[in-house]
């Protein structure tokens, strides 16, 4: 789906007006106030945060709008945080759904009517998404605590459902906004009360502007109690309350229920991509983790360059969105790495996709038809901007993706690593031969046959995943390919951006620019070769025949081979490891359309999670996963909708085969 921004003016208060729903966005007053007693005071917050015991709480918001309420939760908890620090309360997530975000100009020039928030105010314009559909988390760090805001795109009653919750709820406190119910109808409905019950945990609360009749009923029908309140200004009342009863759902889909690890330590296996963003997640969500690798970076994540970009498809699906998804938060990861003064060599120089013959042409012009993705993301250019974007001659149009451009994965990668600082124990010289199941945890034997145990455990070894027999049952895809690394040379040594065709070129870096890449499957072999030179080379010169300068290249017998991990499906494998006979057991009769109330929670092997298969696109997805991994092991908020990570789950083959069979 599209996401359509809000159309808004600004009246004669320079309150901001819906258009389209003919309504102010906060009161004329003073909106900052009725933010603070509304949902503030009547969530008992923060008098509820000085009673915590927990290390982080969870505000749901429905109607993000101008991100007020956002910004005045953030200047409270900032306020607690600093007047009480014995306290374990470190971290707010605030969940909020928007069907019409606002444009950045239009947020900016609403919020500039509070110059006290104007510290906050600055962060989030500086963080604020690509507008595409789905969940773009964003992180916020202090030196003494954390702000996460998921803010979820789209149709509310499309979304609540694709939030992950633990079995004994996710929501301290509801934010129930939005425009009032005579204005905007659609949203207020029994779903969205049923939604509120089901993401709840016992005693949460809500606060809400209206006192309209059938929102009460409908609150105290999904579980609610509901008092009638004073209300803000010239309102005489509002609501608010309290959730009694938890309702008691059967899931649809069993079989795919996340389960977490009381565990605080971690043992992850592997320096790659995958490796060092869990490694960076999991300790910047409290745990002490334990690395171990033959060495850093030394797989498909050591290439001179890679390619930065999201691979988008003209039609919006799954994929596609993880991939928007996933782009804008690595952007932002990386970014707040280099803030924090760890470094990496990269080039932010865009990265241009040519329509180089007719078919890209259409495909190209369907997709900026479409109109899924926003400008800001990705936008047509016609072939004297191509051109100039290049910085080379080029007879073609095509996709620019400003925000893209290459890095070096290996200084990535040990940035990463460094920035977990004490709370990382790196062992390098290890390679992984096997691992055995005990009571409780695993035994890993290494290749000196030495071993060491432990009871939480992370596989994120890339293509080397393939040799353990463990792991066998899992249709993994090892893929080779060799990247040429060929000297600067006039004038493609000019080229100004990350040129994509049917393969591609990075600009200079180091006197050296990267050219790729072969895809041999099946194929484990590291060796650099000759003839995979001469594969590369070829692919450019036919793709770009009808440029004069693709003949100055030359290989020089340098470049690197590596092996990517895979699947069928082309996603990768994010999630606790399967016991596949139990689950083959306990969900063999899936084909005859039996309902989730008829299925147990999945049989995995306890203590044993994934994180692989990210192919070539770990730079772009490897961040995100790694933070939605942390999640699902911490029992938090998870920056993913529940069919993402469905489809990421290590069981999904066995469940579609299971489906699938008569």
């Known amino acids: 789906m599209a996401i359509q921004t809000a159309k808004i003016d600004f009246n004669q208060s320079g309150t901001p007006v819906a258009s389209a729903f003919d309504d102010v966005y906060f009161s004329n007053t003073d909106g900052l106030e009725e933010t603070r007693y509304v949902f503030l005071a009547n969530n008992a917050l923060p008098q ?11 505000i749901a918001e429905t109607g993000f709008g101008t991100g007020l309420n956002f910004l005045a939760s953030w200047e409270a908890f900032e306020r607690f945080v600093s007047e009480n620090p ?15 975000p606002l444009a950045l100009a239009d947020l900016e020039t609403a919020l500039g009517r509070w110059p006290q928030l104007e510290k906050f105010t600055t962060e989030l314009l500086k963080r604020y998404p690509h507008l595409s559909e789905g969940c773009h988390r964003l992180k916020f760090h202090a030196k003494d605590y954390q702000i996460i805001l998921d803010l979820w795109l789209g149709d509310l009653h499309q979304l609540l459902p694709e939030i992950d919750s633990p079995a004994d709820g996710l929501v301290d406190a509801w934010f129930l906004d939005g425009f009032a119910p005579s204005k905007n109808p659609d949203m207020w409905t029994e779903a969205l009360f049923s939604q509120m019950a089901r993401l709840g945990k016992p ?16 609150l105290q029908q999904a579980g609610f109690n509901v008092e009638k309140r004073k209300g803000f200004g010239h309102k005489r009342d509002m609501s608010a309350g309290w959730l009694a009863v938890r309702p008691v759902r059967a899931d649809p889909s069993p079989w795919y229920q996340r389960q977490g690890s009381g565990h605080r330590h971690v043992t ?3 320096a790659g991509l995958a490796g060092a963003s869990l490694c960076h997640a999991l300790c910047h969500h409290g745990f002490q983790v334990t690395l171990y690798s ?61 329509a180089f013959n007719d078919s890209l042409l259409k495909k190209q012009a369907k997709l900026i038809a479409q109109g899924d993705w926003p400008e800001s993301l990705i936008h047509a250019v016609d072939q004297a901007e191509a051109r100039r974007l290049a910085g080379l001659p080029l007879p073609w149009p095509g996709l620019f993706i400003a ?9 990535l990668v040990r940035a990463m690593l460094a920035s977990c600082g004490e709370a990382l124990t790196l062992v390098s010289d290890r390679h992984l031969t096997s691992l055995e199941q005990t009571n409780p945890g695993w035994r890993l034997t290494w290749q000196d046959n030495s071993q060491c145990t432990t009871e939480l455990l992370v596989l994120c070894p890339g293509a080397e995943a393939v040799a353990l027999p463990l792991l ?47 895809y041999v499957k099946q194929d484990l072999s590291r060796d650099y070769r000759a003839e995979e030179q001469q594969i590369n080379l070829q692919t450019h010169r036919q793709a770009l025949a009808h440029v004069d300068w693709i003949e100055n290249l030359q290989g020089s017998g340098q470049g690197r081979a590596s092996v990517r991990l895979g699947t069928p499906d082309h996603l990768p494998l994010l999630g606790a490891m399967p016991d596949i006979p139990q689950q083959r057991e306990d969900y063999q009769s899936l084909n005859s359309g039996k309902g989730g109330r008829d299925y147990p929670a999945p049989a995995n092997l306890e203590g044993l999670f994934l994180f692989m298969g990210l192919g070539s696109r770990g730079l772009c997805t490897a961040p995100l996963l790694g933070e939605a991994l942390a999640c699902q092991l911490a029992g938090k908020p998870m920056p993913l909708e529940r069919s993402t990570l469905a489809a990421l789950s290590p069981n999904r083959f066995l469940i579609r085969q299971l489906r699938k069979q008569g």
């Open 268 to 270: 992850v296996i592997g």
């Open 472 to 518: 066998q049952s899992l249709p993994l895809r090892p893929v080779r390919g060799q990247v040429e690394h060929i000297p600067a040379c006039p004038p493609a040594s000019k080229l100004s951006t990350v040129l994509c065709h049917k393969g591609y070129m990075t600009p200079v870096h180091s006197g050296l620019q990267a050219l790729g890449s072969t």
């Open 403 to 411: 925000q893209g451009g290459w890095i070096e994965p290996a200084e």
């Open 48 to 58: 509820r945060w000085n009673q915590s015991q927990q290390e982080d709480f969870v």
């Open 294 to 354: 033959r060495g850093v970076a030394d797989g498909a994540s050591g290439n001179h360059q890679g390619g930065f970009y999201p691979q988008l498809h003209s039609q919006m699906n799954l994929s596609s969105r993880l991939m928007a998804q996933a782009f804008g938060f690595a952007r932002r990861a990386y970014d707040s790495l280099q803030q924090e003064g760890f470094h990496f060599s990269e080039g932010r120089c865009g990265v241009l996709q040519l």
């Open 203 to 218: 005693g949460c609360t809500f606060a809400t502007f209206t006192a309209a009749g059938f929102v009460r009923r409908g």
């Open 86 to 100: 014995a306290s374990p309360l470190r971290r707010l997530y605030f969940i909020s759904t928007e069907k019409f």
